[in-house]
């Protein structure tokens, strides 16, 4: 009886207040958390949304927050990882081998949202990481569609390039979205989720 008991609560709405909606996982670094208000205003209505987004965080730091987010078998990931490495010349850790391991351990959910880079922070190391990893993301996204979509805020930025103080803080780098630049990132986000599943980028 008591089962039925428990049954009769899941179904009755006993569940998690994110029950019914998806689960959409955040992975990312000051950029993330700075969209993060406009990310919850947008996306909240249709998802469940979890932000493991860290200042100043690089890939292979992100790993393990994420790796137990992923037992709980999220609906999607969206990565926005990678401009930390890029500032800081890869010289901390082989960034390769983590984005690869990040790929790798996403491999069994349903919809990756991969975040291409300003290719600005190549520039404090002169190393072509931002530019790397951007590359690497379009070709998962043209190999696999289905799973991969891409929230294009590199080439959102490019588009603008005469009026990226609009979008972005008046850093030494221009790297961090103002608030007009963190509603655009989180409608990028919204834009790529909302394609999950389907055979296009």
């Not at 670094?29 to 965080?57: C, F, M």
């Not at 082989?94 to 069994?108: A, E, G, N, Y």
Request: glycine share 6%; hydrophobic share 45%; net charge positive.
């Amino acid at each position: 009886m008591r089962w039925l008991l428990a049954l009769a609560i899941i179904l009755l709405g006993g569940g998690s207040a994110g029950a019914g909606k998806p689960n959409v996982v955040f992975d990312g670094d000051s950029i993330t958390v700075l969209a993060t208000p406009a990310i919850h205003k947008l996306l909240d209505p249709r998802y469940d949304v979890e932000v493991l987004a860290v200042d100043g965080i690089r890939i292979n730091q992100s790993l393990p927050a994420l790796i137990s987010a992923l037992r709980f078998h999220p609906y999607a990931v969206v990565e926005n990882l990678g401009t930390n490495d890029a500032l800081q010349g890869g010289v901390h850790d082989d960034w390769v081998s983590s984005w690869h391991k990040l790929i790798r351990i996403t491999r069994t959910t349903p919809c990756v949202v991969l975040t291409t880079i300003n290719p600005a922070a190549d520039a404090l190391r002169h190393r072509p990481i931002a530019t790397r990893i951007n590359a690497d993301i379009m070709a998962l996204a043209a190999r696999d569609p289905k799973k991969y979509k891409v929230a294009d805020w590199n080439g959102f930025l490019s588009r603008h390039i005469k009026n990226q103080r609009t979008y972005l803080r008046p850093d030494p780098i221009l790297i961090h979205p103002n608030p007009a630049g963190a509603v655009k990132l989180a409608t990028l986000d919204q834009d790529a989720l909302a394609k999950c599943g389907a055979r296009t980028s």
